[in-house]
Each structure stands twice: as structure tokens, then as C-alpha cells.
């Protein structure tokens, strides 16, 4: 598959909190956590759990550098 995404970042899922229609995935970058809010439908179709190798992707027209 194909993205336009370039920032690509591998981690591991640290958590999944399911709520009504949303979902918080929590996923373990290097020294770093990443939290996503996804579809709930998203993390049922993906079967989404913790420990599972996942990849990051960061695609935005903003995004800060701070030093």
C-alpha cells in the first residue's frame, strides 16, 4: 500500500481504551508515546491490541519543533 504520509514512525501498542464511538491508541515510539483517537471500528477491523507492532503515520500541515 501506498501513502502519502512521510512521516513513518514504528512503535508498539502500549494501550487501546475503547470508549462509545472512539478509541485511544496509546503506541510506544523509542523513548516517546504517541496517542491516537481512532474509530472503534477502526481498532475492531485492525484487531488492535497491546504488543502489537504497528506504524505511525503523521501527516499535517502543522507540526511544531521545539529545542
Known amino acids: ?10 512503535g508498539t501498542v502500549k494501550s487501546v481504551t475503547p470508549g462509545a464511538v472512539m478509541a485511544i491508541v ?26 502489537d507492532k504497528v506504524t505511525v503515520m503523521i501527516k499535517a500541515t502543522s507540526v511544531m519543533i521545539m529545542k
Open 26 to 51: 496509546k503506541v510506544q515510539v523509542g523513548d516517546n508515546v504517541v496517542e491516537s483517537a481512532i474509530t472503534k471500528e477502526a481498532v475492531e477491523e485492525m484487531g488492535l491490541k497491546t504488543g
Open 1 to 10: 500500500m501506498k501513502v502519502s504520509a512521510r512521516n513513518k514512525l514504528p
